[in-house]
């Protein structure tokens, strides 16, 4: 059975400004940007001056249309999940063991470099008590 309903962004805003709305629309008789059945939420992908990315839902009303048969595409999924109103959408596992690899990873390189750089710290320091020693020895033999 081939599900008719999608629940899917609908592209709003302008040039370099994009908010969508999440709609829900005929898979096969309406366009991505054009008529849809009902409006359920929307979108900001773009940071506000706090640093948040705004997202309102009708939590009420994407569980109906999830019970009803609506299927959500993948860029919908992966936002319904984070919300936690599906499950998480696989990729985003993916995505996140990633970047906590690459976060570690660079964690690892900090922690190094930072011992490498005490190293030649102490390294200095003894090389300037050591010189001082030198020199206090040469000036009592020369006496």
């Known amino acids: 059975m081939v599900t008719r309903l999608r629940m899917r962004f609908q592209v709003k805003g302008c040039r ?24 359920i939420g929307a979108y900001d992908p773009y940071p506000n001056k706090f640093g948040h990315k705004l997202v309102c839902f009708d939590n009420d009303r994407i569980r109906y249309w999830l019970g009803v048969g609506a299927t959500p595409t993948p860029p ?16 985003t596992l993916k995505i996140a063991a990633k970047r906590r690899k690459i976060i570690e990873e660079n964690k690892r390189m900090e922690e190094l470099e930072r011992i490498k750089k005490l190293e030649e710290e ?21 006496q």
């Open 16 to 39: 370099n400004r994009h908010w969508f709305n999440l709609v829900i629309a005929n898979n096969r008789k309406f366009r991505r940007d054009g008529k849809h059945i009902e409006q």
């Open 76 to 91: 919908v999924a992966h936002l319904l999940g984070l919300a936690g109103i599906l499950p998480v959408y696989p990729p």
């Open 122 to 142: 102490e390294k200095d320091k003894l090389n300037q008590t050591s010189g001082d020693k030198d020199t206090n020895e040469v000036i009592s033999n020369d």
